[in-house]
């Protein structure tokens, strides 16, 4: 069975430094892996995506992922935190091949302070 | 381009009533999604169509909660009779097709609570 752990129900930053949103995964063979933010009354919207090849992905908003086989993580990134990043952001796994259920983590609160 | 719509946004019932909820995805996707997300989780999947096919339901609780596309666009989810702990937001989704499942648009989801 696959699963996703988010070990920080909250991370604070203040604004302009970096931030990093962790994210470890159990599943059987290579995953595909997203990110997803959702903000206060809204649906989840897709941040980025790793398939296959680079390591490190980018996505909206500035936004990159780097692929860590070895740690089975995708930690989330911002080089520069804003005040408008603050939000929900939920990491999520899928095999390839058979299911298409993707199994999402329980979702990290991210505030940035300014 | 519209996003996916649902409809309503919010709606209290008491437990053992009924309950349904609208979804009606982006023009054009073929496959949609409808999720359950209890407060302090993240989403889980319940069903999944193609067109007006299923695909997957095995997380579905099939003795109270079903769901049809029967024309392959909208779609509706019910709960009957609904239970205390089926208080949650329910979310639809959809994708331009199966072999891209992971670029799903979300709507605003339906918060449904249970008294």
């Known amino acids: 069975a696959q699963s996703v752990a988010q070990p920080e129900d909250q991370v604070n930053v203040a604004e302009g430094n970096p931030l990093t949103v962790k994210c470890t995964y159990s599943v059987s063979g290579n995953p595909y892996l997203f990110w997803y933010v959702q903000y206060p009354n809204r649906g989840l919207q897709f941040l980025l995506k790793y398939i296959t090849g680079d390591n490190l992905v980018k996505g909206s908003y500035g936004f990159e992922a780097e692929f860590n086989k070895s740690q089975t993580s995708f930690h989330l990134k911002k080089p520069s935190a804003l005040v408008s990043d603050s939000a929900l952001y939920f990491c999520a796994v899928r095999p390839r091949g058979g299911s298409y259920i993707p199994t999402f983590g329980r979702g990290t609160s991210l505030i940035v302070h300014p | 381009e519209a996003g996916v719509a649902q409809s309503p946004r919010y709606k209290i019932i008491e437990k053992r009533q009924s309950v349904a909820f609208w979804c009606n995805p982006i023009?054009?996707?073929?496959?949609l999604y409808w999720y359950q997300q209890i407060l302090g989780q993240g989403p889980k999947l319940l069903i999944q169509f193609q067109n007006n096919g299923v695909v997957d339901d095995s997380q579905l609780p099939k003795d109270r909660f079903s769901a049809e596309r029967l024309k392959g666009v909208d779609s509706t989810l019910k709960i009957q009779p609904a239970k205390l702990e089926d208080s949650a937001v329910y979310l639809c989704?959809?994708?331009?097709?199966?072999?891209?499942?992971?670029?799903?648009?979300f709507g605003p989801g339906t918060r449904l609570t249970v008294l």
């Open positions: 989704a959809s994708s331009l097709n199966l072999l891209d499942t992971d670029t799903q648009y």
């Open positions: 023009s054009g996707h073929a496959t």
